[in-house]
């Protein structure tokens, strides 16, 4: 049974920064194409960043340059750096793979940006 675990998430105002976590028990980062969803309130959940196997990284245009995806297979687990958060930054954010969801959803992690 693979289990998804996000941590990291938090209260922050404009502008400044949070770096989230995912691990993944029972199953290998370093073959699995793996993303960071987010859903705000009212609205679908959307796919953000994406890295693959290899280590390529993707990103929807709304984040391009302000966050980064990157992982650590020897841990299997994911990691999110979030820079110049915005309040439309301000959902759930999920681990899963991308671009297919194959997994359980996990429980997610509560990003608030607000001053």
């Known amino acids: 049974q693979v289990q998804l675990v996000e941590s990291g998430g938090g209260l922050v105002q404009p502008g400044e920064s949070l770096r989230l976590s995912c691990t993944a028990s029972g199953i290998s980062y370093s073959i699995y194409t793996m993303g960071w969803y987010r859903q705000a309130p009212g609205m679908e959940r959307e796919l953000v960043a994406g890295?693959?196997?290899?280590?390529?990284?993707n990103y929807v245009d709304s984040v391009k340059g302000r966050f980064t995806i990157s992982k650590n297979n020897a841990r299997n687990t994911m990691y999110l750096q979030m820079d110049s958060l915005k309040p439309e930054d301000t959902a759930v954010y999920y681990c899963?793979?991308?671009?297919?969801?194959?997994?359980?959803w996990g429980q997610g992690t509560q990003v608030t940006v607000s001053s």
């Open positions: 899963n793979t991308a671009p297919s969801v194959q997994l359980s």
């Open positions: 890295i693959t196997g290899l280590g390529n990284t």
